[in-house]
């Protein structure tokens, strides 16, 4: 069975930070490209940030350039979406994804940013 799972996420104050991680099985993780999207509540889902299998390649947002880091650790079989200098508009339940064929997603995990 196929699982991406999501972790990380919660309530933080607008400024700070998060890792969200994603860990992937059964499929081979260190070949399949991945990324993060998310959802805000009446909003498109939109993607976040992408990083290639072997990470020489990473690729981002506007909204979330110099803020957002993506990584892949492929002996843990997770990738990661460090988030720094949260604002309220990132604000959504973030989801990950292998890229296909075939794609998955993760069920998801809720981010909310507020005072």
């Known amino acids: 069975q196929v699982q991406l799972v999501e972790s990380g996420g919660g309530l933080v104050q607008p400024g700070g930070s998060l890792r969200l991680s994603c860990a992937a099985s059964?499929?081979?993780?260190?070949?399949?490209?991945m990324s993060w999207y998310r959802q805000a509540p009446g909003k498109e889902r939109e993607m976040v940030a992408g990083?290639?299998?072997?990470?020489?390649?990473?690729t981002y947002t506007d909204s979330v350039k110099g803020r957002f880091t993506i990584s892949r650790d492929n002996a843990k079989n997770t990738v990661y979406l460090q988030m720094n200098s949260l604002k309220p508009e990132d604000t959504a339940v973030y989801y990950c994804?292998?890229?296909?064929?075939?794609?998955?997603w993760g069920q998801g995990t809720q981010v909310t940013v507020s005072t």
């Open positions: 990083i290639s299998n072997t990470a020489g390649r990473t």
């Open positions: 059964g499929f081979t993780f260190s070949t399949s490209p």
């Open positions: 994804r292998r890229g296909g064929p075939p794609v998955y």
